[in-house]
């Protein structure tokens, strides 16, 4: 049974980090595509940074430059470090995991086959 449990969100003022995490169980991380989604209510679910297999991650262009998602195999685990946070970027954050999938869909959230409970970020002073 694949479980994914994400920590780490919480309230920062604009222009500060956070730094959300992923556990999995069930699923070894290296072999599947794995993805940081967020939703705001009233809009769809929207890729943040994915990755499939040992491919280099993809970022959403609202992110890139400020987010860095990274995997560590020994824990099962996935991050994404969020720095110069902007209240745009306050959302419900989930992370999922799904087959391995081709680059130029690899943050299509209907790719992804399992996801966590997800975990509130709000950027706001």
């Known amino acids: 049974q694949v479980q994914l449990v994400e920590s780490g969100g919480g309230l920062v003022q604009p222009g500060g980090s956070l730094r959300l995490s992923c556990v999995a169980s069930?699923?070894?991380?290296?072999?599947?595509?794995i993805g940081w989604f967020r939703q705001v209510p009233g809009k769809a679910r929207e890729g943040v940074s994915c990755m499939s297999g040992s491919d280099s991650a993809y970022y959403a262009q609202s992110v890139k430059d400020r987010f860095t998602m990274s995997r560590d195999s020994a824990k099962n685990a996935v991050y994404l470090q969020m720095d110069d946070l902007k209240a745009e970027d306050t959302a419900v954050y989930y992370c999922a995991e799904g087959p391995i999938t081709r680059a130029a869909s690899v943050c299509d959230p209907i790719k992804y086959e399992y996801w966590g409970q997800g975990t509130q970020v709000t950027v706001s002073s």
């Open positions: 069930g699923v070894t991380l290296d072999y599947y595509a």
